[in-house]
């Protein structure tokens, strides 16, 4: 395939086609472009970049070579022939039929092997082969899902649930910083009630908030009913999101206090995998059960 001449280098795509075609998203096609010259696109009379079907091919057969865990800046200098060797070629580019399980894979083998390096690489190849969107949805939460369910990786013992945990949340910190907020969006604060030690839910929701344009005030774990709402009025938020993880006696008397002390033009929502245990609580205090990070979604971007 690599000495291919039936390759067309014509150049005939925009970069939205190439997007749909390789899987990649615009950014990281831009990146790969500029700082590791993966391809050179020609640009036409206008000034707008065209890529060929070589172009497109290339980018697909760089995308498996770091989605089997080779790093793009040693891939994107490889020849055709090269990248074919790296990655096992022999019949045409097939896609992998989950890439995001084979991540959280790779990622939890190096953490039962308490290699952080690796692991923390594994994140990274993540953060630049996938979208934000993905990254959350399909790396990141099931990730912690299984982690703190203890579900799939019972496995892992402490200190290496407390790495993987540690490695996720620098990533997701990481990532939360190429969202800076302008003063004119408007502001979520995020918080778990006194008892909820598990702030999962806080970081994808935060980072999830970011992406769609909120301003984000996250107070972390175990925060008094007293101090979200004098946060709520520091901050002027529109919207407060209380992650809920834990199943505790007593959970509803906090949250009583909480509607009770917030502004009356607050809007709550219920994220985390005991927030539907409280669906009549919220009914009665017209608060929003969105659960999972897709029902977040949703309401941020239908700004309630």
């Known amino acids: 395939m690599a000495n291919d001449d039936r390759v067309s280098i014509t150049p005939k795509y925009l970069i939205g086609k190439v997007t749909k075609l390789t899987g990649l998203s ?16 020609m640009r036409s009379d206008g000034g707008t970049r065209l890529y060929s079907d070589a172009d497109v091919l290339r980018l697909r057969r760089l995308r498996q070579a770091v989605d089997d865990g080779h790093s793009i800046g040693r891939a994107a200098t490889l020849s ?16 992998k039929a989950d890439p995001y399980r084979s ?9 039962k092997a308490m290699d952080s390096s690796l692991a923390d690489q594994e994140l990274a190849r993540a953060a630049a082969l996938f979208t934000v969107d993905e990254l ?6 099931p990730l912690l899902q299984d982690i703190t369910a203890q579900s799939s990786v019972r496995e892992l013992g402490v200190a290496q649930k407390q790495l993987a945990l540690w490695l996720i949340r620098n990533t997701l910190g990481t990532m939360f910083r190429l969202y800076p907020s302008a003063s004119d969006f408007q ?20 980072l999830l908030a970011a992406t769609k344009g909120w301003r984000v005030c996250a107070l972390g774990c175990e925060v008094p009913a007293v101090e979200i709402a004098n946060a709520m009025r520091i ?70």
Not at 26 to 41: C, F, L, M, Q, S
Not at 187 to 206: K, M, N, Q, Y
Request: glycine share 8%.
């Open 187 to 206: 502001t979520i604060v995020f918080a778990t009630p006194i008892g909820d030690r598990h702030e999962s839910g806080i970081w994808l929701g935060s």
């Open 80 to 95: 055709e022939a090269e990248l074919d060797q790296l990655i096992g070629e022999t019949s045409g580019i097939v896609e």
């Open 26 to 41: 615009i950014d990281v096609v831009r990146v790969w472009e500029r700082r590791y010259g993966a391809v050179t696109p």
């Open 103 to 111: 991540v959280r894979e790779r990622f939890i083998a190096a953490v």
């Open 235 to 304: 901050t002027k938020a529109r919207l407060l999101a209380l992650s809920l993880s834990v199943d505790r006696s007593g959970i509803e008397h906090d949250l009583t206090s909480i509607a009770r002390l917030i502004p009356a033009s607050s809007r709550v929502l219920l994220l985390g995998i005991e927030a539907h245990r409280h669906t009549r609580f919220a009914q009665s205090v017209n608060w929003i059960v969105v659960g999972d990070i897709g029902g977040l979604e949703t309401c941020l971007e239908g700004a309630l």
């Open 136 to 141: 959350i949805k399909e790396i990141a939460a």
